[in-house]
């Protein structure tokens, strides 16, 4: 089944956005129902195991994180700006080059749903499989394109983009300290259709490993590496993993830098509040430029400053809203072999673009219902 939404519901969404997002703030203050009671372990200083010899081991989680998402649908929109491409060719990176096409996106969105389901979930082993789909639209206006342009705004008003993928998470426990945390994922990205479906050669593959510590039921950190497209260009980067909870439990953090950073407001059991940013990107195969010697690729990558309500619905159905503001990173192109061979530029590599090009930075706003973990 395909989960598609025109994007032309936008002139609606950003007032029914701000509607929600007052509304559930408002019951979110009034709602006294639910207090955070901090336990006194001191109970259990006299509590005696009956197999000393039992080893323990350390949990995934830390005390009022936000909920772990099992199923989630979104509505993702980001608001007019300008757009500039530049013609196909041989550029570095800081070369002037004219703009070969030209436009106003008026709306730029899509849903995105996602899963993520627990394959085995032990003391000793946690290990999770997923799958997204995330649909892009564009609505154009005022197009002017230069005579030899490649006519890649008008492709993505007709066809728009689309990445779908599978992922895993994998949490072991090496004890009751510490632990090792593997994520990898395949996405295949691109302006194809479900009727015109792109090859699987065309994958794309990120992954990171991390070692960490969790030292009490407040503090979870890691260092790792990861191989990512989240700027748009393949990549290798350390990271670092940092979640924290105050011991009032109404403040922390919840970071993987440098993919995403965030302060955490707990205000009660059933809703929090998010500040922070969040890098989105991945490499998009557009087929209606690419030929049989080369593939052409757009390295779009963002990042996004924003602020995100939380709040329980009911059981384990939560809301959530993002409001926020939408950098442009990256939306140059690359020219891959026809086979999609990859290549690591990084921060010093010399390989020319294939294509030079710049957007505006609009705000975005973002809305879901997720079905979340006890």
Known sequence: MVFYMSVRVHKFALPILLMLFCAVEAQAQQDTSFTTQEEDYSIYDQVEFADEKARRYCSPKIFNLSPQRFI????????????????????????????????????????????????????????????????????????????GSANLIRELDQTGLRTMGLNTTVFKPLGEFSFLLFQGSADLSGNYTFRNMQSLRYLRYSAAAIWGRRPNDRKQWGVGLARTYRVGEMNYIPVVMFNYTSVNRKWGTEILFPARAHFRRTFNPRSLMLAGYELEGQSYRMDYLSDADRSLEIRRGEMRARVEFQRQITGFIWLS??????????????????????????????????MLNTLGNPLYFNIGVHLVSP
């Open 321 to 354: 809203a993002q409001v926020g503001w939408r950098y442009n990173w990256s939306f140059n192109a690359d020219a891959l072999p026809d086979d999609g061979k990859e290549f690591f530029r990084g921060f010093t590599g010399s390989q020319p673009y294939a």
């Open 72 to 147: 989630s649908l979104q509505y993702d929109g980001q608001l007019a700006h300008d757009m500039r491409v530049s013609s196909v060719g041989s550029y570095g990176e800081e070369d002037k080059v004219p703009a070969a096409e030209s436009a106003t996106a008026t709306f730029v969105g899509g849903m995105r749903l996602s899963a993520n389901i627990p394959v085995i979930s032990k003391t000793s082993l946690v290990w999770q499989m997923g799958a997204n789909y995330w649909q892009t639209g564009y609505q154009i206006k005022d197009l002017k394109s230069e005579v």
